[in-house]
């Protein structure tokens, strides 16, 4: 599986937009991003995945680079609430390794008020 | 629906005992993964199911773990016997196939003294 590299940590104001990085320069052209994300103490939640378009959901956009070697998660409006470690991850589809996600270290956000 | 359900919550036990922890996938998801956190590690996937068969268990430490899904609405992660390096955040987590996220329950908080 390809790896990706996140800052180990970043800042925001409340209510502007958080912008976190990842790079993953190995990507396969079957492999997806996924982002993920772990508030203190509670099991990491799924926030957005996708291949090779931008996404947009109700909780985050996805940002893909058009060479697929690095994407940006953005919280469009940050709140205190999404203080947590984000994790951004490569994942094939099919193949023998279908189903398995890797977790790295991610990038802790902090909001401040 | 009650998302994933984890039991117990927290489990505190004696070295050499053995230690079984429960899962509930969401009903209709069909697969299902096993995984440990600790702030050494980070989050390490032990085993996934699909369709309640057993694909990949690599991430297994040792043979003293071990992993069932008797059926689609149930699983189990057994240690026997327990070490005190097996102290950790087990999750379990279930997804509804390709291209979807997984649901992660609240994790089982194991201490072994």
């Known amino acids: 599986d390809a790896k990706t590299t996140q800052p180990p940590s970043m800042d925001c104001a409340e209510g502007r937009a958080a912008n976190l990085p990842c790079n993953h320069s190995?990507?396969?052209?079957?492999?997806?991003v996924y982002w993920y994300r772990q508030i203190h103490s509670q099991g990491p939640q799924y926030i957005i995945h996708?291949?090779?378009n931008n996404e947009t959901n109700e909780m985050a956009s996805l940002i893909i680079t058009e060479d697929r070697k690095s994407s940006t998660l953005i919280l469009p409006h940050a709140t205190l609430r999404d203080t947590a470690v984000y994790y951004c991850?490569?994942?094939?589809?099919?193949?023998?390794?279908?189903?398995?996600?890797?977790f790295g270290r991610g990038t802790q956000l902090t909001v401040w008020p | 629906d009650a998302g994933v359900i984890q039991s117990p919550r927290h489990e505190v036990t004696e070295m050499g005992q053995e230690v079984t922890l429960r899962c509930k996938p969401i009903s209709g998801h069909n697969s299902l993964f096993w995984y440990r956190q600790t702030m050494m590690r980070g989050l390490e996937l032990l085993i996934y199911?699909?369709?309640?068969?057993?694909?990949?268990d690599s991430g297994m430490p040792e043979d003293r773990f071990s992993a069932k899904m008797p059926n689609a609405s149930f699983s189990t992660l057994k240690i026997q016997p327990s070490e005190p390096r097996d102290s950790a955040v087990y999750f379990c987590a279930s997804s509804f196939g390709i291209g979807y996220g997984y649901t992660f329950g609240s994790g089982t908080r194991l201490t072994v003294v």
């Open positions: 199911f699909n369709n309640n068969v057993p694909i990949d």
């Open positions: 996708g291949l090779k």
């Open positions: 190995t990507i396969s052209g079957n492999e997806y």
């Open positions: 991850i490569v994942r094939v589809e099919r193949g023998s390794t279908l189903g398995r996600l890797y």
